[in-house]
């Protein structure tokens, strides 16, 4: 990403001055140790408002400079800088709606592409899928059109395979700005690293619509992945995937024991998706619809 912050902030200040006064203050804040996000807008309509936002920060050599990861039906699809809490990622979509003139939220025109720091193993991939899913205060159903992205399909240039058609995305490449704090633990104590403890490892969550989906994979990708690298909320990680565990078995969705033992996020998913066509049918059969 060639354009600075300071370079959007600049832009939008005209448009929202109060938002944009509040961000260039609290830009990287991270609240309560949750992770950083960073965030992609790709525009699967007219693309005449991200353009116009194109133009005004350099154009496209500054602002599209190398997209790994982009949906597959996107005309346009730009990454904005990361910054520290939900709060700050849903107040800069905001101010860029106020200079688009029309909603980014609740828009078929327009797919957020949510980055959390840290690449989750498969089980947590999969437990942050789904609690996205379950999550949402959107009602969706998905086609494969809809999770088709540069990846779905093309080998990486370092020879790992293509990624598939999915909800939680691995490996896009680029740099992560590591400039934020990260609460972790040492000997069992309370300490703030000054930067994330990741090089560019991190997963990207697509799909997102509205603010309650950034707020819940924000919350959810930072109990995992405290869970995962054993860091400050790692206690309340490892109680969080629990619940979600035994919510599954409740409801029989939950994987088979051999699964638990699979890094394949694919394979989770796929149980996960099976299990709600199978009580999806159990619940019309009880309902009389068959």
Known sequence: MAYTVEDLLSVLHPHCPVKVDALCKNRRRVEHGLTTVGLKIHCLGDNQGLLNLIEALGGRSEVIANRFYAHARASVTVILPPVGSARSAILLLECIEKY?????????????????????DGPRAAILAIAFYLGSDVLRRYSLDDLTTTFSEDTLPDGHKHRGRRIVLYDGEGELDRAFEWWDLEKDRFSILPQLPFLKERTDVLTCQSKTDIENINLVATLLSHHQALAYWEHLGRGFVADVEALLKRHLLQWRSSMSRTNNIEIWLRAF?????????CSCKLNGKF
């Open 100 to 120: 688009f003139g029309h909603p980014i939220f609740h828009n078929p025109r327009y797919q957020i592409q949510l980055c959390s720091p840290c690449r989750l």
């Open 273 to 281: 998706a099976l299990g709600l066509r199978q009580n999806r049918v």
